[in-house]
């Protein structure tokens, strides 16, 4: 299968090389607009761009006037706004324009994947494979198997669906109650505990690499890998 194609619009090459390096290593196509004015010459003429990382704060035409001008011709595309502000108006008016994400420069490049893979499973876009592997931990979805060290984990369906959305947000802090309406689904009126049980016996069934589901207090859970 053919790699996506990603946009990526910043004034600051070492931004854009940073970003390239880290997206390229999950096997995604980078091409690369240093202002506002290239990126849209790129979009128009690269037409099956899979989604656009777009700083807001650069040259000849800024984020804004640039993700304005893309929801004119394309309201589908997802788009990843970055700042270096942290101003809320400045979020608000990125998803007013139509961007689906907004990340606040400084980030980790990691969790700027993680949040690119995420957004284009969540808009159907078929760029992941039937297997997602991460530490020892395999999951093969399509034979809805999962693997740590290559020994077979028994797993309720609940589990398997907690640990694929667990490997599938690596990185990404995840509440309980998006953890519940995300594996749960919306129409779910449990209580949060319930998310607490199924962590714990998953963790239980990883052995050691259960360590990589990790408690962010107060909040919910987050998989990382030790690098």
């Known amino acids: 299968m053919d790699s996506l194609k990603i946009l990526v619009v910043d004034d600051e090459s070492r931004m854009r090389k940073l970003v390239k390096d880290f997206l390229q290593k999950r ?5 690369e607009a ?8 790129i979009f128009y003429r690269e037409r099956d761009i899979a989604l656009i990382i ?6 000849k035409m800024d984020g804004w006037e640039v993700c304005r001008e893309i929801r004119k011709d ?14 809320e108006r400045d979020e608000l008016l990125g998803f007013e324009i139509g961007a689906d994400e907004y990340i606040s420069k400084p980030f980790s490049p990691k969790i700027l994947v993680a949040r690119v893979e995420a957004i ?4 159907g876009q078929d760029f992941a494979e039937d297997t997602i592997s991460a530490g020892g931990i395999v ?26 959305y667990f490997l599938e947000n690596q990185g990404i802090a995840l509440s ?8 749960w689904n919306y129409d779910y009126f449990g209580d949060a505990r319930t998310i607490d049980t199924h962590v714990k016996k998953l963790r239980s ?10 408690t962010v207090w107060g909040m919910g859970y987050k998989f990382e890998v030790d690098a």
């Not at 240093?34 to 010459?41: K, L, V, Y």
């Not at 777009?54 to 040259?59: C, R, S």
């Not at 999951?139 to 694929?164: C, Q, R, W, Y």
């Open 74 to 87: 394309n309201t589908k595309i997802p788009i990843i706004m970055l700042t270096a502000r942290g101003d």
């Open 27 to 31: 096997n995604f196509q980078v091409l």
């Open 205 to 214: 069934k990883m052995g050691d690499k259960g360590e990589y589901i990790r």
């Open 139 to 164: 999951i093969d979805k399509a034979a809805h198997l999962a693997t740590v060290d290559g020994n077979p984990m028994e797993l309720s369906f609940k589990e398997f669906e907690l640990l694929t």
């Open 54 to 59: 777009l700083d807001v704060m650069m040259p």
């Open 120 to 123: 284009l499973r969540r808009t």
């Open 34 to 41: 240093a202002d506002g004015e290239e990126a849209m010459d």
């Open 176 to 183: 309980r109650e998006k953890i519940l309406n995300s594996v």
